[in-house]
């Protein structure tokens, strides 16, 4: 298995909703990402797990909480997001963080709309 | 902290053509560096990636240069065609604090015309 998935595709959710994302690799791969992706933009990094420990968090807002249950899942919690929170919002995964095997690998990212 | 520009912002190009992106980092310490293609509605796919200790790489019809000294690679994309269409991200792996996190460039918005 040599591709990231990522449920659900899309995602509308009202502003007091709690909602979560989910992501699963079978590749083995001990680092995973959350990025958010605005129209027309780079990929924006969230958060960094390595070895199932969140070692990076890029100044985001509380309202989004990143968990990971195990190596080959990672999940994104969300509660009372704000309008300008739609984007897409893609998982990646690479072997490690650091080394030579840290090609990322993109999931096809989840939609999301908030109203 | 490291810094990628990417140039230009949008290509057209006939198909058959080449393709050239050009992107610069101002992390010398910056080593390795990916190419993602990204259709409408699609993730962002690794087309080609290449570290510093190489000056060149090719896959069939792509081609990354880098030179570490000017700090700018490029990608060149030969024999264009329809399909090629897409926006391609560069992006330069930052050795420092992050971790080794991939910093993106802007984007280029590649169209092919038939």
């Known amino acids: 298995d040599t591709e990231v998935t990522q449920t659900p595709k899309h995602l509308v959710m009202g502003m007091t909703n709690k909602k979560s994302l989910k992501c699963e690799q079978h590749?083995?791969?001990?680092?995973m990402y959350w990025y958010k992706q605005k129209a027309k933009k780079p990929p924006e990094l969230m958060f960094v797990?390595?070895?199932?420990?969140?070692?990076i968090n890029e100044s985001v807002p509380s309202r989004f909480s990143p968990e990971c249950p195990n190596s080959s899942l990672l999940n994104l919690h969300l509660h009372a997001l704000q309008p300008e929170d739609s984007a897409l919002y893609l998982c990646?995964?690479?072997?490690?963080?650091?080394?030579?095997?840290?090609?990322?690998?993109f999931g096809p990212g989840t939609r999301l709309t908030v109203t | 902290g490291e810094n990628v520009e990417q140039h230009p912002s949008t290509l057209s190009v006939q198909e058959g053509d080449s393709a050239v992106i050009k992107c610069t980092y101002s992390?010398?310490?910056?080593?390795?560096f990916p190419w993602y293609k990204q259709e409408l509605g699609k993730r962002p796919q690794l087309i080609i990636d290449i570290r510093s200790n190489v000056g060149e790489k090719k896959d069939q019809r792509i081609a990354v240069t880098l030179n570490k000294t000017a700090k700018h690679f490029s990608l060149h994309i030969t024999e264009t065609q329809p399909e090629d269409s897409a926006v391609y991200f560069c992006?330069?792996?930052?050795?420092?604090?992050?971790?080794?996190?991939?910093?993106f460039g802007k984007g280029t918005k590649l169209s092919v015309k038939p």
């Open positions: 590749m083995g791969h001990r680092a």
């Open positions: 990646a995964s690479s072997r490690t963080t650091s080394g030579s095997s840290y090609e990322q690998y």
């Open positions: 797990y390595s070895y199932e420990k969140l070692s």
């Open positions: 992006a330069a792996r930052y050795n420092g604090g992050s971790q080794g996190n991939l910093i």
């Open positions: 992390d010398s310490a910056s080593n390795y």
